[in-house]
């Protein structure tokens, strides 16, 4: 048995939730992926996963093996890395997962050039989507997540901007329809809502020590913050929608705030990445890039 071939399998396996998938990512064959856990089993003398037709899962000595050789294994990569002062320069592949409207509506999507410019030995293979991936199963080295709040996970998390969320509408649908003046007005208004946000079916306000929620049902309900923008613009009715996301439009008086006197939920914007304690300088300068292009 090649143990170090077979900790690696192990670890694709645990982190992929598939033999499969591991077979793929590491280019060995399926039958070389059960060949390799069930070698390492049978050293260890102890079932590591338990398998079904439909599910993969650690049994509890698993579990404890699988944190201890990952600290093993990035030790092992770090050490590679410190040979010399070249393995510390960004180079290969990184996978990038970004929401399409933050890329697009920030200075990100025109610095990517940059940042490549900056680091000719590296590529990028940035994908967008407004979904929330996996990033350990998918494979992405990093993630950029524009959320109200960040769920708990064994990601670690950069903050990297704040933006308030604002309800407006164009001009000229306010002249039609009236300006609500406070939050329950809204239920008497057409809405756009963002599906994917934190909060589509009920948008939460403040002002002082008041709190109200107002429910939200509306017509049209859509997974693409440029199309809410657009949906504004056009004049069909109000949304709750990120400040930075409709920033020229509220300057060029396409679209107009409303209920000024209230606050609302923000959008944070954050650098995720795997927990690991030794971070790939490519995932590093990434990080530093990001700060250096969205941090106030």
């Known amino acids: ?44 003398g102890v079932r590591l996963l338990n398998r079904t037709t439909r599910r993969l899962s650690l049994t509890e000595a698993g579990k ?36 399409t409207t933050l890329t697009l509506l920030t200075t990100l999507s025109q610095a990517m050039p940059k940042f490549l410019d900056r680091y000719p030995k590296l590529s990028l293979d940035l994908r967008m989507d407004d979904r ?9 080295d990093l993630a950029i997540r524009a959320v109200d709040t960040l769920e708990d996970s064994s990601l670690v998390a950069r903050k990297l901007m704040t933006t308030p969320h604002v309800v407006c509408a164009s001009p000229d649908y306010l002249v039609r329809h009236g300006t609500p003046e406070k ?15 934190g909060h589509p079916d009920e948008w939460a306000f403040w002002r002082g020590d008041q709190s109200v929620r107002v429910p939200i049902d509306s017509r ?27 920033k020229k439009n509220i300057e060029n008086g396409q679209l107009r705030t409303v209920l000024e006197g209230w606050t609302t939920v923000e959008l944070s914007v954050y650098a995720v990445y795997p927990s690991r304690r030794h971070v790939m300088p490519k995932v590093r300068a990434f990080v530093d890039f990001l700060i250096e292009e969205l941090t106030p």
Not at 132 to 140: A, K, T
Not at 187 to 194: G, P, R, S
Request: charged residues 20%; hydrophobic residues 45%.
């Open 1 to 44: 048995m090649d143990r170090l071939m077979a900790l690696n399998v192990f670890r694709h396996v645990v982190e992929l939730s598939s033999f499969v998938a591991a077979s793929r990512r590491l280019q060995l064959s399926p039958a070389a992926v059960s060949k390799n856990i069930g070698e390492l089993e049978a050293h260890l």
């Open 64 to 99: 404890l093996y699988y944190e201890q050789i990952s600290l093993v294994l990035d030790d092992l990569d770090a050490a590679d890395s410190s040979l010399g002062l070249h393995q510390h320069v960004p180079k290969g592949v990184l996978r990038i997962s970004a929401p």
């Open 132 to 140: 929330r991936v996996n990033i350990v199963q998918e494979g992405f």
């Open 183 to 197: 939050p329950s007005d809204l239920l008497h208004h057409k809405c756009v809502q963002f599906t994917l946000s």
């Open 220 to 246: 049209y309900k859509v997974s693409s913050s440029l199309a809410v923008r657009d949906a504004l613009c056009s004049g069909f009715g109000l949304s709750l929608i990120p400040w930075i996301y409709v």
